[in-house]
């Protein structure tokens, strides 16, 4: 069975950090884009950073990158996303994502909720 559990989610100062937590199981991470997703209140849900589970190179949106850094930890087949100097506009409830690089599928995991005060 395929699961996607995020975690990590809170409060948090602007300025300040969070790490989310995505815990996949139940597919080869080698063969899938591993992402992190976001919806604001009231906006569509955009890609804020993705991680290719071969090789581990990633990509952010331009409104994280040099703020958000996506990892990989394989062995424990977790993917991280850590969130520095946190905005307001950063608040959304985050998701995580895998998408198959061959084929039409992807799963997603459950939203966490990250709000960053002013």
């Known amino acids: 069975e395929v699961q996607l559990q995020a975690s990590g989610g809170g409060l948090a100062q602007a300025g300040g950090s969070l790490r989310l937590s995505c815990a996949a199981s139940?597919?080869?991470?080698?063969?899938?884009?591993i992402g992190w997703f976001r919806q604001a209140p009231g906006k569509e849900r955009e890609g804020v950073s993705v991680?290719?589970?071969?090789?581990?190179?990633?990509l952010y949106a331009d409104s994280v990158s040099g703020r958000f850094t996506i990892s990989i930890d394989y062995d424990k087949k977790m993917v991280y996303l850590q969130m520095d100097s946190l905005k307001p506009e950063d608040t959304a409830v985050y998701y995580c994502?895998?998408?198959?690089?061959?084929?039409?599928?992807?799963?997603w995991g459950q939203g966490t909720l990250v709000t960053v005060s002013s």
């Open positions: 994502n895998a998408q198959n690089k061959w084929r039409s599928v992807d799963y």
């Open positions: 139940g597919f080869p991470l080698n063969e899938y884009i």
């Open positions: 991680v290719d589970g071969f090789d581990g190179r990633a």
